[in-house]
C-alpha cells in the first residue's frame, strides 16, 4: 500500500485492530438472519509526511450511503461547540450579507444554521441524503455530493468564491486528501479562510484513543502532516487553536499563499509541541498496538468480572468509537445488554457485528443496571450530568478509555 498523500510505500505497522463491519453500519431486526461484512481495520505510518492512514478496504460511497445513521444534532454540548464557532468566524472574518460561507460534510445542519440566523448567505455539501433532508427542513441548502477538485470548480464558477470553507471532522473521512484539499483551494474566494477540525494524532496516542478508528476515517492528522499536505495544494495554514472537542482536537485557519494572513505565533508553537513529543521519528509511531490491546484487556476482564458476579451492564452512546471498542473487544449481548442513544433513528437497531440492541434512555430506569458504560468518552461529563438519576439504584457509569474508570467516585 502507498501513502494516500505523498505516494511512499507504508512499511510501518501503526495499530492492527483485527476486522470489524462498518463502524455506522446499523442492523435492522430483518438484517440478523444475514451475514455482515466484516473488513480489516488495520492502520500503517508513512516514514515520508507522518500521515496515518487505514487500509481502504470498502470505497467510500458504500461508507457513507443514503441511511448513514450519524446526525450532529443530537449533542448539545457540539451544537454549543458549532454556535460559538460561528460567533467568532464572524467577527474574526467580518462576515456579512455579501459574504458565502461552505460547508462540507455539513450532516443535518447543525452549524450553518447559526450562520443562516446571522442572514449570511450558506451552503452545505453532504454525501448523505437522509442528513441533508433534515438540514433542507432547517431550511439549509444544500447539495447531495462528494467533494473534490471537479465539484468545486464547477461550483466557484456558478456561485463565485467562498469567502469562508468550513470542514469539520471530514478531513480524516475522505479517501482522496489531495483531490478534497485541492478543491478547497480551488473554492477560496482571493481572500477567502478554510477553517478545519480534526481529531489530533498526538492526543489520541497520549490518552490511548485507539477507538477512534474505523473504516470511515482514512487518516489520523497531525498538524505537520496537514501543513505539508494544505502547502502542497497552495494553501497556507496561518493559525491554530487546540480544542477540547473528540478527546482533542485542532481548527486550523488556512488561505491561499497570496492571501493576506500573517501566521500567529500558534503555528510555529504547535509544530515545537509535536517535534518536543517525538512525532518527527518514527519510533514515535511504534508501540501502540499494546496500548491498544491493554485497554482492551481491562474493559474486558471488567465486564467479564461483572457478568460473574451477576451484575447487570448497559451502555450509553450508540458511537462510532464505542463500535470499535466493543468489536476489538469481541463483547455481545451477554456483557452489556443494551446500548442507549438519543437518536432516533438509531433506536430499535443493533449495533454492527456485536448486534447489541439500541434502545431509547427509557430503558435505564425500566432495568436499573448496576453499571452503565459511557461509550463517547469525549461527551463523558454531557452524559454524566444527563444519568446522574443512576446513582438512585446505587448503579454507576463507567469509562474505559483512557483506562477503566467508575465516575463519581
Given at each position: 500500500m502507498n501513502c494516500?498523500?505523498?505516494?511512499?510505500?507504508?512499511?510501518?505497522?501503526?495499530?492492527?485492530?483485527?476486522?470489524?463491519?462498518?463502524?455506522?453500519?446499523?442492523?435492522?431486526?430483518?438484517?440478523?438472519?444475514?451475514?455482515?461484512?466484516?473488513?480489516?481495520?488495520?492502520?500503517?505510518?508513512?516514514?515520508?509526511?507522518?500521515?496515518?492512514?487505514?487500509?481502504?478496504?470498502?470505497?467510500h460511497d458504500k461508507l457513507f450511503a443514503p441511511d448513514y445513521a450519524y446526525f450532529s444534532s443530537y449533542s448539545r454540548s457540539w451544537l454549543e461547540h458549532a454556535e460559538r464557532y460561528v460567533a467568532l468566524a464572524v467577527d474574526r472574518l467580518g462576515l456579512?450579507?455579501?459574504?458565502?460561507?461552505?460547508?462540507?460534510?455539513?450532516?443535518?445542519?447543525?452549524?450553518?444554521?447559526?450562520?443562516?440566523?446571522?442572514?449570511?448567505?450558506?451552503?452545505?455539501?453532504?454525501?448523505?441524503?437522509?442528513?441533508?433532508?433534515?438540514?433542507?427542513?432547517?431550511?439549509?441548502?444544500?447539495?447531495?455530493?462528494f467533494f473534490g477538485r471537479e465539484f468545486a470548480d464547477a461550483l466557484a464558477a456558478e456561485r463565485g468564491g467562498a469567502d469562508l470553507v468550513i470542514g469539520n471532522n471530514v478531513l480524516a473521512h475522505v479517501p482522496d486528501i489531495n483531490d478534497f484539499v485541492a478543491g478547497i483551494a480551488r473554492l477560496l474566494s482571493d481572500r477567502g479562510v478554510a477553517t478545519l477540525e480534526f481529531p489530533h494524532?498526538?492526543?489520541?496516542?497520549?490518552?490511548?484513543?485507539?477507538?477512534?478508528?474505523?473504516?470511515?476515517?482514512?487518516?489520523?492528522?497531525?498538524?505537520?502532516?496537514v501543513q505539508r499536505i494544505f502547502a502542497a495544494h497552495g494553501l497556507r495554514i496561518w493559525d491554530v487553536e487546540a480544542l477540547p472537542t473528540h478527546g482533542g482536537s485542532l481548527r486550523v485557519w488556512a488561505c491561499l499563499d497570496a492571501a493576506a494572513h500573517a501566521a500567529t505565533s500558534a503555528v510555529a508553537a504547535m509544530l515545537s509541541r509535536e517535534a518536543s513529543a517525538g512525532m518527527m521519528d518514527m519510533a514515535w509511531y511504534q508501540g501502540f498496538q499494546?496500548?491498544?490491546?491493554?485497554?482492551?484487556?481491562?474493559?474486558?476482564?471488567?465486564?467479564?468480572?461483572?457478568?460473574?458476579?451477576?451484575?447487570?451492564?448497559?451502555?450509553?452512546?450508540?458511537?462510532?468509537?464505542?463500535?470499535?471498542?466493543?468489536?476489538?473487544?469481541?463483547?455481545?449481548?451477554?456483557?452489556?445488554?443494551?446500548?442507549?442513544?438519543?437518536?432516533?433513528h438509531k433506536q430499535g437497531k443493533f449495533l454492527p457485528g456485536s448486534r447489541i440492541p439500541v434502545v431509547d434512555e427509557a430503558a435505564i430506569m425500566q432495568a436499573k443496571p448496576d453499571f452503565v458504560v459511557i461509550l463517547p468518552w469525549n461527551l463523558r461529563d454531557e452524559i454524566s450530568r444527563q444519568l446522574h438519576y443512576v446513582a438512585q439504584w446505587q448503579g454507576r457509569l463507567v469509562v474505559a478509555i483512557p483506562r477503566i474508570e467508575l465516575l463519581g467516585s
Open positions: 494516500r498523500f505523498c505516494g511512499s510505500l507504508l512499511t510501518c505497522d501503526f495499530l492492527d485492530l483485527g476486522t470489524a463491519p462498518p463502524s455506522n453500519a446499523f442492523l435492522a431486526a430483518d438484517d440478523l438472519a444475514r451475514p455482515e461484512a466484516w473488513f480489516p481495520l488495520r492502520l500503517h505510518a508513512c516514514a515520508d509526511c507522518h500521515l496515518v492512514q487505514v487500509d481502504e478496504v470498502q470505497s456579512d450579507g455579501a459574504s458565502l460561507v461552505v460547508e462540507l460534510a455539513s450532516n443535518d445542519g447543525y452549524l450553518l444554521q447559526y450562520v443562516a440566523a446571522r442572514g449570511i448567505p450558506c451552503l452545505g455539501i453532504e454525501p448523505t441524503e437522509g442528513t441533508a433532508l433534515v438540514a433542507r427542513e432547517r431550511g439549509i441548502e444544500t447539495l447531495v455530493r494524532l498526538l492526543e489520541m496516542v497520549g490518552n490511548r484513543q485507539f477507538d477512534t478508528v474505523y473504516h470511515e476515517h482514512f487518516s489520523y492528522l497531525s498538524f505537520h502532516s499494546q496500548v491498544a490491546e491493554k485497554v482492551k484487556d481491562d474493559f474486558l476482564s471488567f465486564l467479564l468480572e461483572q457478568k460473574r458476579a451477576g451484575k447487570r451492564v448497559a451502555a450509553y452512546g450508540a458511537a462510532a468509537k464505542g463500535n470499535t471498542l466493543i468489536n476489538f473487544a469481541g463483547i455481545r449481548a451477554d456483557l452489556i445488554q443494551f446500548v442507549v442513544d438519543a437518536s432516533p
